[in-house]
Each structure stands twice: as C-alpha cells, then as structure tokens.
C-alpha cells in the first residue's frame, strides 16, 4: 500500500491538494483498509506566511489548505471561508486599527482556537492534526515544522518586509531582490514530518510558487536532503503555464530573482533540477519538454489548469497513474 506525500503553499497547491485528496477519498479512503493501493495522504504545508494580528496566530497557507479540503473556502478568493461576514474586522477599523488583512468572523474562530491550544503548550503540528480531525478531513495535514520560520521578502523600493506585508499589504508590487527565511535554522523536522517521508512512496511538489511557497518548506534544516533520501521519486508540477503563474506574482519573482527573461516551465524546472525526478507540465508548454527531459526529469504533459473540483481530481488521478514512470 502506498503513501503520498504533497508540498504545498497556498491557493495554487491547495488546487491539486484537494484533487489528490479528492481521487483518493472516492477510489481509496472509502475502501476497506485491505483493498487499498494507496493508503495515506500527508500535505506539509508552508508556514513561512505565518503572522500574529490582534493577539491570534494566523496559518494562511494551512487555513487555505484547512478550508479547502474541509469545503469550506472561498471559491473566489481562494483564501477564508465562504460566505463569512466581517464584522469583527469591521469594529477593529472603527476603533481605528490597522485593518489591511481581511480577517473574517469565521476566519477568526480558527485562528483563536489555535492561539489558544499554541499558548496551552501544544505544538503547531498537534494543534494543525486537531483542527484537521475536527473538520472532518480524511487525510493529513503538516505544519513545515513547529518553530517559527518567517519569510523576509528583500525588495528593491521598501528594503525588507515580512512576507504578508510585501504579498498583501502592498499588493506584491515591489520588486524582490532577495528572500530569508528568518528562524529556519532554529527549525527541525517534526516527527510527524519525518515518519510521512520515510513512508512516502510518491512526494508531490504541488503548483505553489517555489519561491515563496516550497523554498520555506525547503529552508527547513534536513527537509530538503530527507525528501531526497527518500526512496519515493518527487514530482514537480509547474505553477507557470504558458510564461504566466496561475496567480500570484511567481511570474515576476522569476524574472528578478532567477535572473529569467521570461518566467517558464523550464525555468521552474531548472530550479528542482538534480533534485525532482519528475515534472509536469502543461499542453500549452509542450515546447519546453525536451529541454525539461534534457535536465534530467521525466516528464508529464497535459492540461494542469484546475479549475473545478473534476479538474482537479483529473489531474491528480493522471499523477498518479504515471508514477511508476517518474
Ligand atoms: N490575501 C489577500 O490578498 N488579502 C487579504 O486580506 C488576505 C487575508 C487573508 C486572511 C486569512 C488567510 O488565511 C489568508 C488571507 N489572504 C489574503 C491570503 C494570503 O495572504 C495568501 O494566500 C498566502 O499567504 C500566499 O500563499
């Protein structure tokens, strides 16, 4: 019986999370356990995003992953719940605070259970596992690690900023010069973490920005050798589809800080060559195959857009089906 292991940020690898999770829960999880070929699904979500506001611990990219899988996200946004109301946020800015990341009331239920379970003593991984069971999802979710790790985005106009007030406080407009990861060297490889890639028969780097999203992940000290040493081949799924990110500003942060004229799927590639064995790309890129084979990956062409949940598990389930090639 196999296990998937998937890396993941945030709305784009939250996609093809809810695809894997998807394919999985109607072919697998709903067998009994004798009769399945794969046996677990583990997402080790980045947490380099995190941020503290109004007194509560905030998770975007494991809340997006929380609320996606549970069925709960906004499917406009991608992030938060939908349909929740803002009426706490909107009493915060009429005492006059700060209010330039939209938390809803919902929202705000996750985030101040877990404060309270981190400030009762409990790890994120523990506190991450709970909310996961407590929505009634069937499958794994990971924290990168327990520490904090925060992403420091170096830009050309305002020098350093923490990662939410560079993506969202000023729309990604800057230009990124450069990233930290800001604690990671403090950080450690949970055990939770580790026991997920010992047993992984197949890790999936979900269409997240590497920069921003799997890099964290990566910076994690071991993270990137363990998943290596690993004998289950890893898989890239390109976030750049015909020189565009499906969101977000990936395509930009390719061309200030990769040094790339055109952001590309075989500029994503160059960057988990010697690393991933294999990469998935979209029709669209079909062109960069041959150089992608050329580095060394094997490779998948075929539509990565998802848009609805089929789409989604389509593609999850063509990943699988191809594993043993990669
Ligand atoms: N993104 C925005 O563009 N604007 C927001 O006000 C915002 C609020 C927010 C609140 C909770 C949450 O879990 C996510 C939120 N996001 C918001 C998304 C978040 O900034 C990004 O999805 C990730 O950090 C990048 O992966």
């Given amino acids: 019986m196999k296990n998937i292991v998937a890396l993941a940020g945030g709305v784009g690898g939250a996609k093809l999370a809810l695809g894997l999770y998807h394919h999985l ?80 009331d919902r929202d705000f239920a996750t985030h101040l259970l877990r404060t309270q379970m981190l400030r009762a003593g409990k790890g994120l991984t523990e506190v991450t596992t709970q ?46 010069r450069g990233l930290r990861f800001e604690g990671a060297e403090n950080a450690t490889l949970s055990n939770a973490v580790r026991q997920a890639i010992a047993e992984a028969d197949l890790i999936v780097v979900c269409p997240s920005n590497p920069y921003l999203s799997i890099w964290p992940i990566l910076a994690v000290p071991q993270m990137k050798e363990t998943l290596s040493a690993s004998e ?40 988990y060559a010697g690393w991933a064995q294999g990469f998935v790309l979209d029709q669209q890129d079909r062109e960069d195959e041959e150089a992608i084979r050329a580095l060394g990956f094997k490779t998948l062409v075929t539509n990565t857009i998802m848009k609805g949940t089929p789409d989604k598990a389509r593609l999850a389930l063509e990943i699988l089906g191809h594993y043993k090639t990669f």
Avoid: H
Wanted: charged share 25%; net charge negative.
């Fill in 25 to 104: 829960q109607t072919t697998q999880f709903s067998k009994p356990a004798a009769e399945r070929k794969i046996k677990d699904l583990t997402i080790i979500g980045n947490t380099g995003d995190d941020l503290e506001l109004f007194g509560v611990r905030i998770c975007p990219d494991l809340d997006t992953l929380l609320y996606t899988l549970a069925g709960l996200a906004n499917p406009v946004t991608g992030w938060g719940i939908e349909g929740d109301t803002f009426a706490t946020f909107e009493m915060l800015k009429r005492y006059g605070e700060e209010c330039w990341f939209q938390l809803g």
């Fill in 232 to 271: 289950a081949p890893i898989v890239v799924v390109s976030p750049i589809v015909g020189g565009m990110a499906l969101k977000g500003p990936a395509a930009a942060i390719m061309r200030s800080l990769g040094g790339e004229e055109t952001a590309s799927a075989l500029a994503v590639a160059r960057l």
């Fill in 131 to 176: 909310l996961t069971e407590k929505l009634g999802i069937g499958c794994r979710l990971l924290p990168m690690c327990d520490e904090d790790v925060r992403t420091i985005v170096q830009t050309a106009e305002s020098g350093e900023l923490p990662f939410q007030e560079y993506f969202v406080r000023r729309q990604a407009r800057e230009t990124v």
